[in-house]
Nanobody, 124 residues
Framework: QVQVAESGGGSVQAGGSLRLSCVVS?????????MGWFRQAPGKEREGVAA????????YYADSVKGRFTVSRDNDKNTVYLQMSSLKPEDTAMYYC????????????????RGRGTQVAVSS
């Protein structure tokens, strides 16, 4: 059974930083997959934030986070990270990671989500 566990969320002030982690079990984490970070604020639809191709390391970002967020992976640990800097109140949301077969993208409907998410709250 596939297991996905997100962690690292918390409460920070605007301008602060957080690093989210997503650990994925077994064969789901493979070089023909993409891992994506998504977020969902109350009353809003889930939106793509960043994604990375496990095999080649190519990264993808939403315009709203470019220059502030960095997605990376550690293939030895089956883990994908989201380093978030210069956080804004509008970044407040539940953050989820999902997976899909390459090619990557930021459309939530194309990803499989198995984790519970991690909450990020940014105060002004």
């Amino acid at each position: 059974q596939v297991q996905v566990a997100e962690s690292g969320g918390g409460s920070v002030q605007a301008g602060g930083s957080l690093r989210l982690s997503c650990v994925v079990s077994g064969r789901t984490y493979s070089t023909n997959k993409c891992m994506g970070w998504f977020r969902q604020a109350p009353g809003k639809e889930r939106e793509g934030v960043a994604a990375i191709w496990i095999g080649g390391g190519t990264t993808y970002y939403a315009d709203s986070v470019k220059g502030r967020f960095t997605v990376s992976r550690d293939n030895d640990k089956n883990t994908v990270y989201l380093q978030m800097s210069s956080l804004k109140p509008e970044d407040t949301a539940m953050y989820y990671c999902g997976y899909k077969y390459y090619p990557c993208g930021l459309r939530p409907g194309e990803y499989d989500f198995r984790g519970r998410g991690t909450q990020v709250a940014v105060s002004s």
